[in-house]
């Protein structure tokens, strides 16, 4: 009895740890759910670099050297409500 007793604490150490990387918090049963993030951050990504591209070119348009007049018209009717429910106001991509 004796001698089974140190090679069975060895099995259930070895399964305890087989287990944690099977079904475990970062074992391999999660891989599935770490490629489904991967995708969801990287649209992120893509989503906020369009937005950061979209402000690059707001800020180009309001450089003091040069400012845009007709972006410059648009932010100041739109800020100071002078903007009419008629009209209608074609933003730059």
């Given at each position: 009895m004796k001698s089974a007793a140190l090679p069975a604490v060895a099995l259930f150490v070895i399964a305890h740890f087989a287990g944690f990387a099977v079904f475990g918090e970062n074992g391999l049963l999660q891989l599935a759910?770490?490629?489904?993030?991967?995708?969801?951050h990287l649209s992120t990504l893509d989503r906020l670099k369009a937005e950061k591209a979209?402000?690059?070119?707001h800020a180009?348009?309001?450089?003091?050297?040069h400012v845009d007049p007709d972006y410059a018209d648009e932010l100041v009717r739109r800020q100071t409500g002078q903007v009419r429910p008629d009209e209608v106001i074609i933003t730059h991509p």
């Open positions: 759910g770490y490629r489904q993030q991967k995708v969801d979209m402000l690059e070119h180009s348009l309001l450089d003091p050297r």
